[in-house]
């Protein structure tokens, strides 16, 4: 197999041998489901030392190898950052078997269709080699099914960025910077791929969206092990309070559930979730309670639930200070101390 090293070739190789040299070092230095990001890291990898040895390549037959390579990176970066993205922002309740499934369906099936093209021609419905000015291109004609694997591509990059922006639209000053690094490094890929699919392209066939992801993986990996990211930013929120021994339920300002731990619900004796019900439909013969919840402001009240009681400490919420966003409420067990003073009252 004929290789003719160029810019834009030797470029790809070197990068992507970096990259995947970080994402290995990555692995080793994190733990836990935040390992997605080097995983998303080696795909990125992946797609440049193959795509620049696609460029490399002088014949088609080398190129369509190299090509089948590619999309095992092409197919699973979408998945891979996806992944990482809802670790990263702490919504690990996602990360279901059913959810995985789901998302990773779509790279096998594409993978698939990419390696047996040549028998259907969904992904490509044409291939050919073409000449512009010293480099040997493949010019492809996209299929049916390009497009729908770019719809998922792009659906999963959305969805990962809204993630972001939503996750970090009150953050504390602290993670400005941190902000800054994962946000820029998530629209760059938009922008990069948004030019190739218009058709503004070096030598109008050179994709460079694998440059793109490269310089995304980068500031990422900075900012891991640089800025300590994922020591700063709260992505074990989640966890801690799925662990607490004490009840916590937060409401919106319409008074809807919007979140609720394990122990609280074992306290309510609900198995199932809470999350868009309304406050007062399990709770209306709580008088005090909902009083004080109506109120909105910081105070406690001691009820009994289930032979078991409570105090419930209520702490209003407010944006900048004045507009009211909804309230926290903590439910902590008093039993004993109350058995104690029934027997001393006795």
Same mark, same amino acid.
């Given at each position: 197999?004929?290789?003719?090293?160029?810019?834009?070739?030797?470029?790809?190789?070197?990068?992507?041998v970096?990259?995947?040299?970080?994402?290995?070092?990555?692995?080793t230095?994190?733990?836990?489901?935040?390992?997605?990001?080097?995983?998303?890291?080696?795909?990125i990898?992946?797609?440049?030392?193959?795509?620049?040895?696609?460029l490399?390549?002088?014949? %088609?037959?080398?190129?369509?190898?190299?090509?089948?390579?590619?999309?095992?990176?092409?197919?699973?970066?979408?998945?891979?950052w996806?992944?990482?993205?809802?670790?990263?922002?702490?919504?690990?309740?996602?990360?279901?078997?059913?959810?995985?499934?789901?998302?990773?369906?779509?790279?096998?099936?594409?993978?698939?269709?990419?390696?047996?093209?040549?028998?259907?021609?969904?992904y490509?419905?044409?291939?050919?080699?073409?000449?512009?000015?010293?480099?040997?291109?493949?010019?492809?004609?996209?299929g049916?099914?390009?497009?729908?694997?770019?719809?998922?591509?792009y659906?999963?990059?959305?969805?990962?960025?809204?993630?972001?922006?939503?996750?970090?639209?009150?953050?504390?000053p602290?993670?400005?910077?941190?902000?800054?690094i994962?946000?820029?490094?998530?629209?760059?890929?938009?922008?990069?791929? %948004?030019?190739?699919?218009?058709?503004?392209?070096?030598?109008?066939?050179?994709?460079?969206?694998p440059?793109?992801?490269?310089?995304?993986?980068?500031?990422?990996?900075?900012?891991?092990?640089?800025?300590?990211?994922?020591?700063l930013?709260p992505?074990?929120?989640?966890?801690?309070?799925?662990?607490?021994?004490?009840?916590?339920?937060?409401?919106?300002?319409?008074?809807?559930?919007?979140?609720?731990?394990?122990?609280?619900?074992?306290?309510?004796?609900?198995?199932?979730?809470?999350?868009?019900e309304?406050?007062?439909?399990f709770?209306?013969?709580?008088?005090? %309670?909902?009083?004080?919840v109506?109120?909105?402001?910081n105070?406690?009240?001691?009820?009994?639930?289930?032979d078991?009681?409570?105090?419930?400490?209520?702490t209003?919420?407010?944006?900048?200070?004045t507009?009211?966003?909804?309230? %926290?409420?903590?439910?902590s067990d008093?039993?004993?101390h109350?058995?104690?003073e029934?027997?001393?009252?006795?």
């Open positions: 197999m004929f290789l003719s090293i160029n810019l834009f070739s030797i470029t790809l190789l070197i990068s992507g970096v990259s995947m040299l970080v994402s290995f070092f990555v692995f230095r994190v733990t836990g489901s935040i390992r997605w990001f080097s995983h998303m890291m080696f795909c990898s992946l797609w440049a030392v193959t795509y620049g040895l696609e490399a390549s002088t014949t %088609l037959e080398s190129m369509m190898f190299w090509i089948q390579i590619e999309y095992v990176g092409i197919t699973l970066l979408p998945a891979t996806i992944c990482f993205i809802v670790s990263f922002t702490g919504k690990h309740k996602w990360m279901t078997r059913r959810n995985l499934a789901l998302v990773f369906s779509m790279p096998v099936i594409t993978m698939i269709i990419v390696w047996t093209n040549s028998w259907h021609h969904l490509y419905q044409s291939v050919s080699l073409a000449h512009s000015d010293s480099y040997i291109l493949l010019a492809l004609e996209r049916p099914w390009y497009y729908v694997f770019t719809a998922y591509f659906l999963l990059l959305a969805s990962g960025t809204i993630l972001l922006l939503q996750r970090f639209k009150h953050a504390d602290i993670y400005h910077r941190q902000n800054a994962i946000l820029l490094a998530a629209f760059i890929p938009w922008l990069v791929n %948004l030019l190739y699919l218009v058709g503004l392209r070096p030598h109008k066939h050179i994709d460079l969206t440059y793109a992801f490269i310089v995304t993986s980068s500031l990422l990996a900075v900012g891991l092990l640089r800025f300590r990211l994922l020591n930013i992505i074990a929120r989640d966890k801690i309070i799925e662990e607490m021994k004490t009840g916590m339920m937060v409401l919106d300002a319409q008074d809807i559930v919007i979140e609720l731990n394990v122990e609280m619900r074992r306290i309510l004796g609900r198995h199932a979730s809470l999350i868009g309304a406050f007062g439909s709770l209306a013969g709580e008088v005090e %309670l909902n009083q004080k109506a109120a909105r402001i105070s406690s009240v001691v009820l009994r639930i289930n078991r009681w409570y105090e419930v400490g209520v209003s919420m407010f944006e900048k200070m507009v009211y966003s909804g309230v %926290l409420l903590l439910f008093i039993t004993s109350r058995l104690t029934q027997q001393l009252a006795d």
